[in-house]
């Protein structure tokens, strides 16, 4: 059975669209999601499903979200092996005096139309970013809470549904998503 991976837009941030772990698991799982793990409370979801297409399981959770806890929240999934392309293209990943604790992954919807280079370089401060495909990666110097680059300038830029991730997240994911595979 293939391995996915969901991220939750917005959960369980500032006291807005609250839901336990928990019982977001068991939600899941008594709709036909198997090897369900949870990671912290923003909304990190690691399954197992016989479903193979990312957009019919991003609606069929953000149904089941709307239905089991009156929540109306993005979702976005992307497969194993697209979470491992993911990490295996971080531009600054490898790269040497960057701290891991700098990195970020913006994860959109969609790859974007356009990218306004000279509008993002304006606001960048000194970070440093780079879209590949349907991921903006960051490296967010004076830490994520104080870039412009946020996931809100993100998503209005860019036109596409964002959510964002720190990079410790984003391997404790795939090293989760690993353990469920058979």
């Not at 068991?26 to 690691?46: D, E, P, R």
């Not at 929240?73 to 990490?87: G, Q, Y």
């Not at 993002?120 to 809470?145: P, W």
Request: glycine fraction near 4%; proline fraction near 3%.
């Amino acid at each position: 059975m293939p391995t996915y991976i969901a991220v939750l837009r917005g959960i369980n941030v500032s006291g807005k669209n609250i839901i336990k772990m928990d019982a977001l698991k068991g939600a899941l799982q008594s709709n036909g999601f198997k090897q369900v793990k949870t990671y912290i409370q923003s909304g990190n979801i690691v399954f197992e499903t016989v479903t193979s297409k990312n957009s019919v399981l991003e609606k069929r959770i953000h149904s089941l979200l709307q239905d089991e806890f009156s929540l109306t929240v993005p979702v976005l999934v992307r497969s194993l092996e697209e979470w491992f392309h993911i990490i295996a293209k971080n531009p600054f990943a490898n790269s040497a005096g960057v701290d891991p604790k700098q990195l970020h992954c913006t994860l959109l919807s969609s790859v974007p139309d356009e990218i306004d280079e000279e509008k993002l370089n304006r606001v960048k401060q000194d970070d440093d970013y780079q879209c590949i495909e349907d991921v903006v990666y960051l490296n967010v110097k004076a830490g994520y809470s104080d870039t412009k680059l946020s996931n809100a300038f993100l998503e209005k830029q860019l036109g596409r549904t964002a959510t964002t991730r720190n990079w410790s997240t984003m391997l404790k994911l795939l090293e989760l998503a690993r353990s469920i595979t058979h």
